[in-house]
């Protein structure tokens, strides 16, 4: 297959690093035979969907009151009451998109803990862990299971050890920062379907604050600003690329908010603030993207990060998440 790329002002970006479960099934099947049933908070790590599909309906009930009361709950409006600048989600020219999809997801998932106790937000380096999962191959791409597999076991590596740049990242300096990962693992549930029944999951899982990681085929080819002040995107064509939904708004209609590793492409004043990275989806526009000859996806249960004892848990509701 020819390698496909898009083009922006960074230069050409990968688009074909993601590699189907369907492709290497031996990695699907280690993933569900490490599933076992949704205990609580933190165990066990891998999980299956219909264990923790209550909790997530739980959850969705409680952040949608939020919601109904006013309230936006978005990551980087938490992040930005933090002083937490965005990160660049920028993966350069490998074909690292499985591994920024899981690391975004990690980012992602500790802003919205961090809303809800008092956590440390710790910035992580994605590629650090998608190297180990190639045994530090640099070329090719990587599977949905293997990198959700690799955040459970490897963890995440902080950016302030391992640095942040997409390509360059000493293999030392990872296996030795080895134990700090390990203190920033994810879990995970493998989320079932396509299509609609993959759509609807996802958003019942982002009514839950709960971030999706997805590989599909069906690309997003530009955004522009609608008539609500949303910047929506605009799919067309097909790549292999992995990508994360990340966040939800429903008024009249509902958008999914949806997370790129393409760098700052994204352009327009977008009506939530979301960052130039992403942009949004409506339901038929996510129906669409699900509905691709292949798709793979998980939803990050939850993200370990360090307890921050000097400061006060965010509860209640602070105002600056409050609509105007």
Known sequence: MPRR???????????????????????????????????????????????????VERMAVEFE???????????????????????????????????????????????????????????????????????????GGQSMSNVMMGGNKYGNFPSRIVGVDPINV??????????????????????????KALADAIVLCLQARRPVCIGNNVAV???KINAKGLRQATLGGSWSHATLFDSYVADDEIFVGWLNSHGNRYSGSDRFGKPTNGCWMNGSQLIQFCSGRYVDAFVIIY???????LRKNLAPLPVYLRRT
């Open 5 to 55: 790329s898009t083009i922006n002002d960074y230069g050409y970006i990968p688009d074909d690093g993601y590699i189907p479960d369907d492709m290497m099934p031996e990695s699907a099947a280690v993933f569900d035979s490490l599933a076992g049933k949704y205990g609580g908070a933190g165990t066990p790590s891998i999980v299956t969907w219909d264990s923790f599909r209550p909790e």
């Open 65 to 139: 009151a939020m919601s109904r009361n006013g309230y936006d709950i978005f990551w980087w409006k938490i992040a930005e009451h933090l002083g937490i600048p965005v990160w660049e989600s920028f993966q350069s020219r490998l074909g690292s998109c499985a591994g920024w999809s899981a690391g975004n997801g990690y980012m992602v998932s500790s802003l919205h803990q961090i809303f809800l106790g008092a956590l440390q937000f710790e910035r992580i380096n994605p590629v650090a862990m998608w190297y180990l999962t190639k045994n530090w191959s640099s070329s």
């Open 303 to 309: 993200s370990e990060s360090p307890v921050d004892l």
């Open 170 to 195: 000493d293999r030392a300096t990872v296996l030795n920062a080895a134990p700090e990962a390990a203190r920033l693992q994810i879990g995970a549930a493998r989320l079932p379907g396509r299509g």
């Open 221 to 223: 080819s530009g955004a």
